[in-house]
């Protein structure tokens, strides 16, 4: 036996289990209820498993939530594996205690199968340890073994567990990494697993700021594929509430003004209206001024601060925001280290900028220094690259 508490989950879960096989109706397994409380026992085995007390009551809840999840898996399409394989993760430990315990069907797939079969799970890791573990290996060419543990995780816990929305945000990066790599429909992913750890997050969840500024970012990549408006303003959206969740002296603060400035630039660039770009010059002034110029990212900021300079210098001809965008280069070209991945752009830009205040200084002037053509003119409209934040 669990504790009573528990022991009334546990009959709860079964009696959601048996009105589904009277009456073939889904809504029941389907439900929030019936996560909760399948989460509650994997919980609670976990635990009383690093404590030395499981028994056989463990081994019967974690079938009663294996079967969960597998009459979720035999009402979804084949395609979908998720419940498949939580369910089969749930039945180890029973099936080596009791075969009886887990459905006959899945009898030789478990046989060849150990409890130590997955380690990334929620079985031996608390949800948001698992998702601290994933942040940190994503970056490191496992991303795409992370994304079906994650997917299996999310899966097995509902909205209000405190792990649900660190999951969530992992999987979200995950999926934004393989982007990066290339891989189709993974942009997409990461937006849809973003909004949902956004949509159940806790209001203290301390990855609140940065979840969102995440979620600003990718809405703002998928805006620039397709072009569809509605993506860049969701993404200003979650980048102004980004930076209104991080306190000051936050150290994701400079990150999250930083994706709100690019997010505002499109926007300038759609709609010129002068207050974006003065939102987007306030944004990127203060992200220079607080990022340490050694930080990886420093040079990405002083870039898009440079970008929306170089905007206010094409909308009002004033030379001193050329001079302004050129020292807040400078400044970080001197700070950062020889190995920032950054540095060639911030050259460039450089590059850029001493052209345009050469033609500005004397535009007419014959005897003035002959120039080759900065990068990137001559061939049309000036378009920013802008680049994420690291």
């Not at 690093?50 to 009663?64: C, E, R, S, V």
């Not at 459905?103 to 340890?129: F, I, K």
């Not at 205040?357 to 002959?370: G, H, Q």
């Amino acid at each position: 036996m669990g504790e009573p508490g528990l022991d009334h989950v546990l009959d709860s879960l079964r009696s959601r289990l048996a009105a589904f096989e009277d009456t073939g109706d889904p809504s029941g397994v389907f439900s929030d209820a019936a996560t909760e409380e399948a989460a509650l026992l994997i919980d609670a085995v976990r635990e009383r498993t690093a404590a030395g007390l499981a028994g056989a009551w463990d081994d019967t809840a974690l079938a009663a939530a294996g079967r969960l999840h597998w009459k979720r898996h035999l009402t979804v399409p084949p395609s979908d594996t998720v419940h498949d394989e939580a369910a089969l993760l749930l039945f180890v430990r029973p099936f080596r205690a009791d075969r009886s315990l887990v459905p006959e069907v899945v009898w030789s797939r478990l046989a060849g199968l150990t409890e130590e079969a997955g380690r990334l799970n929620l079985l031996e890791t608390p949800a948001a340890e698992i998702a601290e573990v994933a942040e940190a290996a994503a970056g490191h060419g496992l991303a795409q073994s992370l994304v079906l543990p994650l997917r299996v995780a999310a899966a097995m816990l509902p909205d209000l567990h405190p792990g649900c929305a660190p999951v969530l945000s992992a999987l979200a990066s995950v999926h934004h990494l393989l982007h990066g790599d290339g891989h189709d429909g993974a942009l997409d992913a990461a937006i849809e697993a973003a909004g949902r750890a956004a949509a159940v997050m806790a209001d203290d969840w301390p990855g609140r700021a940065v979840l969102l500024s995440r979620l600003g970012l990718f809405r703002w990549e998928r805006y620039n594929r397709d072009g569809d408006e509605a993506d860049l303003t969701a993404s200003e959206q979650a980048g102004r509430a980004a930076v209104r969740a991080c306190g000051d002296g936050d150290p994701a603060r400079p990150g999250c003004l930083h994706n709100l400035v690019i997010a505002l630039l499109s926007r300038y660039e759609l709609t010129p209206e002068p207050s974006v770009l003065a939102q987007a010059l306030e944004a990127g002034r203060e992200a220079v001024r607080t990022t340490d110029p050694a930080r990886r990212a420093a040079p990405l900021h002083a870039l898009s601060l440079a970008a929306a300079l170089g905007l206010c210098f094409d909308r009002t001809g004033d030379p001193a925001a050329l001079a302004e965008a050129e020292r807040a280069l400078a400044a970080v070209l001197e700070g950062a280290a020889d190995d920032n991945p950054y540095l060639p752009l911030v050259r460039a830009r450089l590059d850029e900028l001493a052209h345009a205040t050469v033609a500005e200084a004397a535009p007419d002037d014959p005897e003035r220094p002959e120039l080759p053509p900065p990068p990137g003119r001559g061939r049309g409209p000036r378009r920013w690259r802008w680049t994420r934040a690291g």
